[in-house]
């Protein structure tokens, strides 16, 4: 499967641990982003990476969240000492930006429950 | 104010049907357009692009008024697979092509 992947699929924490993500692009893609999605709503932007730079932060990523794209390649996104607000679904895209937008493509996100 | 509001739904139809959604955008300086489909539990994919000229692709068609910052997507001849929720998005004139969702229109297609 050459799209984009994410893992893990389900992580159920409690309030105050540490988790992180993963996420795999589609290996030719430059761009990378983070959203994040709850319930009932659209996805929001977190986060992009332009290979291995971070560009953009949204207001949402407070000092506990941090996002790394060593290497261009893969991404990891960290939540430190996790709150029960931060249960969402947290989605991953990538895209080929040359001359102008191209398409992001979705990776299957990975649904966070904090308990 | 949301930057893109969508009709949250249910719309309930039957199969056969023809239905529309809308969705309003508050950036005048908004640059691209789209609707994304979003099934159950799964990543949203790419419907189509909108362009000001309108687009079709087969049942759908999309429709985009920039004057009126009013986007719109028809589906015709419903099928039962069309149930989803369908996401209305923009982006920004700015070179990060960050894609802002709506809160999405949910169909429900019964037999």
């Known amino acids: ?15 105050g641990q540490n988790v992180t993500f993963r996420c795999d692009p589609i290996s030719e ?10 319930l009932g709503q659209g996805p929001e932007f977190l986060t992009y990476f332009q290979n291995e730079a971070q560009l953009e932060k949204s207001r949402l990523l407070s000092d506990r969240f941090s996002a790394e794209r060593p290497k261009g390649s893969f991404s990891t996104l960290e939540i430190q000492r996790t709150e029960q607000g931060d249960s969402a679904m947290y989605l991953c895209a990538s895209s080929l930006v040359s001359t102008g937008f191209d398409e992001q493509y979705f990776g299957p996100g990975t ?4 308990t | 104010r949301k930057e893109v509001e969508q009709d949250p739904g249910p ?24 609707w994304y489909r979003q099934d159950c539990r799964k990543e949203p994919k790419l419907l189509m692009s909108v362009y000001s000229s309108g687009n079709e692709d ?19 001849d419903s099928k039962l697979s069309d149930s989803a929720t369908y996401l209305c998005v923009v982006t920004r004139m700015d070179s990060s092509y960050k894609l802002i969702f709506g809160s999405g229109t949910r169909l429900l297609v019964r037999p």
């Open chain 2, 11 to 34: 719309f309930n139809v039957p199969e056969g049907a023809t239905v529309a959604f809308n969705c309003t955008y508050s950036n005048s300086a908004s640059q691209s357009f789209f």
């Open chain 1, 1 to 15: 499967d050459t799209g984009v992947s994410q893992d893990p699929r389900h992580k159920i924490t409690k309030r």
């Open chain 2, 58 to 76: 087969g049942r759908f068609t999309a429709q985009l008024n920039r004057a009126s910052q009013y986007i719109s997507l028809l589906i015709r």
């Open chain 1, 29 to 38: 893609h430059n761009r990378l982003y983070w959203y994040r999605q709850t």
């Open chain 1, 111 to 114: 649904r966070l429950t904090v």
